[in-house]
T-cell receptor, first 110, second 114 residues
């Protein structure tokens, strides 16, 4: 199957700092989605991207669909304690099933 | 806000036993999915279901697994004879006809096989 390389694997930041994480693939993806997962819960959809170059915001979150369609990034501005969790990128390749990245564990320090 | 609901939240079973995991997708959604997540790992695709048949399945979804939509609201995953390595969090998801790519996930069933 298609692989999504997500980085960084984990991040420790101070409350109020901005965060950036990204996903890359060797193959072209048709859609990119970003999910957040809290412990013991299912992934919650944050942002969906459908077109190359698309830049979409959801509150303090901003995500972009790379021009090459092989990458995407997620930025979180002015982090707060409730931003703690695992962030997953996911994408659809050739109209097939949603493939997930390996996740970025975000820790926000007070 | 509509959500995907899953029951039970936790299931403990003996190796070799059959388990059925239940899901109620969002009511107007037409595409249904099962994913699983082994502890500390990424979310992995198992199967997708549309129009009362499997549309795609992964290598994980072998003959021990089956899915069913027994009525207009439920979507189930059956594992016929559980193995230790089936222990994982199982997530149901659904998406609408108008926005098939946007999957909404339930809170999961934690399956522990002893």
């Amino acid at each position: 199957g298609q692989q999504l390389n997500q980085s960084p694997q984990s991040m420790f930041i101070q409350e109020g700092e901005d965060v950036s994480m990204n996903c890359t693939s060797s193959s072209i993806f048709n859609t990119w989605l970003w999910y957040k997962q809290d412990p013991g819960e299912g992934p919650v959809l944050l942002i969906a991207l459908y077109k190359a170059g698309e830049l979409t915001s959801n509150g303090r979150l901003t995500a972009q669909f790379g021009i090459t369609r092989k990458d995407s990034f997620l930025n979180i501005s002015a982090s707060i304690p409730s931003d703690v969790g695992i962030y997953f990128c996911a994408g659809h390749y050739a109209a097939r099933q949603l493939t997930f990245g390996s996740g970025t564990q975000l820790t926000v320090l007070p | 806000e509509p959500e995907v609901t899953q029951t039970p939240s936790h299931q403990v079973t003996q190796m070799g036993q059959e388990v059925i995991l239940r899901c109620v997708p969002i009511s107007n959604h037409l595409y249904f999915y099962w994913y699983r997540q082994i502890l500390g790992q990424k979310v992995e695709f198992l199967v997708s279901f549309y129009n009362n048949e499997i549309s795609e399945k992964s290598e994980i979804f072998d003959d021990q697994f089956s899915v069913e939509r027994p009525d207009g609201s439920n979507f189930t995953l059956k594992i016929r004879s559980t193995k230790l390595e089936d222990s994982a969090m199982y997530f149901c998801a659904s998406s609408s006809a108008g926005n098939r790519e946007k999957l909404f996930f339930g809170s999961g069933t934690q399956l522990s096989v002893l």
